[in-house]
């Protein structure tokens, strides 16, 4: 039987055993703090695991609303008709059977006075440390014309699911000929390199099915991540069937018409046949409800334990956390996750938390068999995580047998990532 | 790409309208050096003119920290059909227009 111990129970515990000189067993059953992570992707679901997996006795609670979690790492393949939706989705029954309490609601309220988070059914939970890793939320005020009845006609396909595949039936009704547009917005955002991993992918979809169409990339940025293998792979693959408005030649978009399907830029209106928009974003809302957000929208952390910097015992992993020099990706989160929990059971220990060590990689699929990677080394520096020496990009110019192994690569990463996190 | 702008093909005599420039250009400090010790010379655009016309409404002087594709943009407010001229001046002879033509009704 479980039942919940206050933390001054569990403080008043230790010390009466210690003066009783108790055997190991109860001083590890009264020691054992309850965490509650409120999340249950790459971050938060590889958190939990970590820390069960670390401390048996540790009392594991994963707050989230979705039965099935349904990854965005290959949903661009979804989107270009070479992967079925299914591939991507995962549940939660391997974390239950590892001991962790998975409670299928949303986080409504956080009380960080009393260390509890409330659930949309009303039940409440507390904690001794709290793990927020509730990913992103988008930013509509930063886009005018664009919220969630407007991304059921210009889909962002942004959270992979329902608008993953609404994205590829309006590519699959497009005729023969039309423009997909995408508007990419500028960084911080989730998973910088896919966007253009997208314009890959839509484009091998219609060099195959309708030739005679196009993409036009509205870009926020100047540049971006492994620029260089993308626009040579463009170039090799798909001839000028990508057109790429930068920044500095007026491609930000300010705002959305959704009845006119229009994209308006600081210099132009464009009226593409499919409107792929991804707009600005901030942390997961629940970040911002448990003050952990700043003026940013994400939220400030310590590098050594991700712990917030703005509410005391609430730690805040992945896409949410303004994580520095990392890139907000799934590899990123899944290795904060890890990180988080080890500093959590030192925490709770009464034991110094180490200095974590963090490993990103980020492969890209620009047409089937043709990939290439990005892999970072990051430590904590000062208030933010730095990248370190030990990174490698692709190299520019490879042979095709380097891009076919590494597409192979991603796809054992991506098999390797989610039985990790969910098998 | 010269230039972009974007003035309101139509408006309502008395409105304020937004203009929006934004053209290619290094905006190379003078500040930086190359791997073996040489100065980069400066090389920047050192003025904008806006004239609305003929009539100079908007000037900004622009400096080294601005960075490379400078974009400004500025309201005015519209009072006749015509034409908007722009010119950008910068170091060793550098010199750009463009225009745009506005109907106010």
Redesign the interface.
């Known amino acids: 039987m479980n039942v919940p111990v206050t933390r001054r129970d569990a403080v008043l515990g230790i010390a009466a055993a210690a003066t009783l000189l108790a055997v190991p067993s109860i001083l590890r059953a009264q020691s054992a703090g309850r965490v509650v992570v409120v999340g249950g992707g790459f971050g938060g679901a590889a958190c939990a695991r970590a820390l069960k997996r670390a401390d048996a006795t540790l009392q594991i609670t994963l707050i989230e609303p979705n039965k099935t979690f349904t990854s965005c790492p290959f949903s661009n393949e979804v989107i270009a008709g070479l992967r079925d939706i299914e591939a991507q989705q995962f549940g939660y029954e391997k974390l239950k059977a590892d001991g962790i309490t998975v409670v299928p609601q949303a986080a409504t309220t956080i009380d960080a006075q009393k260390r509890s988070v409330t659930a949309a059914d009303g039940a409440a939970f507390a904690y001794d440390r709290l793990v927020l890793s509730p990913g992103i939320d988008f930013h509509f005020e930063a886009l005018p014309g664009y919220d969630d009845a407007t991304s059921e006609k210009m889909p962002h396909a942004w959270k992979a699911g329902a608008q993953t595949l609404l994205l590829r039936r309006q590519l699959e009704a497009m005729p023969d000929g039309g423009t997909v547009a995408i508007a990419i917005p500028a960084n911080p955002s989730r998973c910088p390199p896919a966007p253009y991993e997208r314009a890959s992918l839509i484009a091998h979809y219609l060099k195959t099915k309708k030739p005679r169409s196009k993409v036009l990339i509205l870009d926020g940025k100047d540049s971006f991540s492994q620029q260089r293998l993308f626009e040579k792979a463009w170039k090799e693959l798909y001839g000028d069937m990508i057109e790429r408005i930068a920044l500095s030649q007026g491609g930000r978009v300010t705002s959305v018409d959704p009845a006119t399907r229009t994209i308006v830029t600081e210099f132009g209106n464009y009226t593409p046949d499919v409107a792929n928009v991804v707009p600005p974003q901030r942390a997961g809302r629940i970040a911002g409800i448990a003050s952990a957000a700043d003026a940013t929208g994400w939220c400030p952390i310590d590098p050594v334990t991700f712990e917030s910097k703005l509410v005391q015992n609430i730690h805040v992993i992945g896409d949410a956390c303004l994580g520095g020099g990392i890139p907000k990706s799934a590899a990123a989160a899944s290795a904060q996750g890890k990180a988080c929990a080890a500093a959590i059971v030192n925490l709770l220990a009464g034991r110094a938390p180490d200095t974590p060590r963090l490993t990103g990689v980020c492969y890209n699929i620009v047409a089937p068999g043709y990939g290439f990677s990005l892999a970072g080394n990051y430590q904590p520096k000062g208030d933010i995580f730095a990248e370190i020496e030990g990174g490698a990009t692709s190299p520019v110019d490879a042979p095709r047998e380097l891009r076919a192994r590494e597409a192979t690569e991603a796809e054992r990463w991506f098999q390797t990532i989610t039985a990790d996190t969910f098998g | 790409?010269a230039a972009?702008?974007?003035v309101p093909a139509k408006a309502r005599r008395g409105d304020v309208i937004e203009i929006?420039t934004?053209t290619?250009h290094i905006m190379e400090t003078g500040f930086r050096h190359t791997a073996d010790g040489a100065l980069v010379p400066r090389d920047i655009i050192t003025s904008f003119m806006c004239r609305y016309n003929g009539t100079e409404i908007f000037r900004a002087d622009l400096f080294p920290a601005i960075a490379?594709?400078p974009?400004l943009s500025f309201f005015t407010v519209a009072k006749e059909s015509g034409k908007f001229e722009f010119e950008w001046i910068g170091d060793n002879g550098y010199s750009s227009s463009a225009s745009a033509m506005i109907t106010v009704e």
């Open positions: 790409m972009l702008i974007n929006r934004l290619s490379a594709n974009y």
